[in-house]
């Protein structure tokens, strides 16, 4: 079974840049996470998506960051523009259903540093 | 919002040795999973504890979690160089699974 994709695994991108990630979850698993992760701390949920939908985009901060998964398979998210507190791995997750009972797999994350 | 604090934050130990690590939360769950994350291997699930369980074993592993003191235990018994690892609880909150700060093992030959 294919695990999480994520592409490009490696970004560096001035300030002010825009800047897109790319995520193909675990083929049928309904559930996608996009998280962010600071050097030195745990991921931290940006945006969870059921399907199509948004389930919980709360600490997304909305003004630069964007995320969409339009037929409810792959997912972009985007950060536009980009600030040096952006700097960070940003991590992709999928599951079956949904739901924090069960295993979230990850992707290998792609790494952003902004100058 | 961050919900679980591992402790230690960094733990060295030689090959063959036990290795602990806890993890303490602020408000009720109903499950806390543990996950691991090398450059190897990314970040991967480990195990999950119920609030209903006192203990848990994978293998090497095993979790105990006390409701009343919030807090849970992650044992690793005859540590290996691979296990050199950071390590994650997370407990769920609400809808979504929040990830403490991580305790880095480095388990040397």
């Known amino acids: 079974e294919a695990g999480v994709a994520q592409s490009p695994r490696y970004k560096i991108i001035e300030k002010r840049q825009s800047v897109a990630f790319w995520c193909n979850p675990i083929s049928g698993h309904a559930t996608l996470y996009w998280y962010q992760q600071i050097l030195g701390q745990g991921p931290k949920l940006l945006i969870q998506f059921q399907n199509n939908g948004v389930v919980d985009d709360s600490q997304l901060p909305k003004d630069r960051f964007s995320a969409e998964r339009l037929k409810g398979v792959d997912s972009t998210l985007k950060i536009q523009p980009a600030k040096l507190e952006d700097s960070a791995v940003y991590l992709c997750a999928s599951s079956p259903y949904g739901g924090p009972q069960e295993t979230q797999y990850f992707g290998p994350g792609t790494r952003l540093l902004v100058l | 919002s961050q919900q679980g604090e591992e402790d230690p934050q960094a733990l060295s130990i030689q090959e063959g040795e036990n290795a602990t690590m806890n993890c303490s939360y602020k408000?009720?769950?109903?499950?806390l999973q543990w996950y691991r994350q090398n450059s190897g291997r990314g970040l991967v699930h480990l195990i999950l504890?119920?609030?209903?369980?006192r203990e848990k074993h994978s293998g090497r592993l095993r979790v105990t979690l006390d409701t009343s003191k919030k807090s849970s235990s992650l044992l690793i018994t005859a540590s290996r160089a691979a296990d050199t690892a950071s390590y994650f609880c997370?407990?769920?909150?609400?809808?979504?699974?929040?990830f403490g700060k991580g305790t880095m093992l480095l388990v040397s030959p």
């Open positions: 997370a407990t769920d909150e609400g809808s979504t699974l929040t």
């Open positions: 408000t009720s769950i109903n499950n």
């Open positions: 504890i119920r609030s209903n369980e």
